[in-house]
């Protein structure tokens, strides 16, 4: 994957959505338990302080001196790629098999002075599959939380956005059909 001229490798790849969705966006910067699901091999576990390097280069992470310990933490344009490819994974997820009769609903209030920045949430929200029912008020039938939650927090609209999962709702069979279920 290519990212603004970049090379992005399934490894980096993986490793910016886990510092994403890590609490405090640090992680320790030699190898450890956390990284078991992502690097597998013995190579890959002796590549990580080469890929950590490189990322670092790109200027994705930077490396930080935390209580004497070295760690690396998202740098802002390794933060907008960690998002992108978030939201990106996220849009090629495969549906559930059976739905679960939970609609999710997102609404916002959102001030015309960000405009800008309510346009960028409709944007990802029909980027999911979610559908507009009113105004500021979208619909999705899957479970999708903490993907609202990244858009949310990486947003600064903790209370401007509401997720809400409902069972049923007055014409949710006109939903139903749209969304083939």
Request: proline share 2%.
């Amino acid at each position: 994957m290519y990212y603004k001229g970049y090379k992005v490798g399934t490894i980096e790849k993986e490793l910016l959505k886990l510092i994403l969705n890590v609490k405090d966006r640090e992680l320790p910067s030699s190898y450890n338990e956390t990284f078991s699901d992502i690097l597998k091999t013995a190579k890959q576990k002796s590549e990580y302080s080469n890929i950590t390097k490189r990322m670092a280069q790109k200027g994705f992470i930077k490396f930080v001196d935390k209580n004497r310990q070295l760690k690396f933490i998202l740098t802002d344009k390794g933060k907008k790629i960690a998002q992108d490819i978030f939201l990106f994974d996220f849009k090629n997820l495969k549906k559930p098999k059976e739905w679960d009769g939970k609609w999710r609903l997102v609404m916002f209030d959102i001030p015309e002075n960000k405009r800008k920045l309510r346009n960028i949430i409709r944007f990802h929200l029909k980027r999911i599959g979610f559908v507009q029912i009113q105004a500021s008020v979208w619909i999705y039938p899957y479970s999708c939380q903490e993907i609202i939650t990244i858009i949310k927090t990486n947003f600064g609209f903790n209370n401007e956005v509401i997720y809400i999962t409902a069972g049923s709702f007055e014409k949710d069979s006109e939903f139903k059909k749209l969304f083939k279920l």
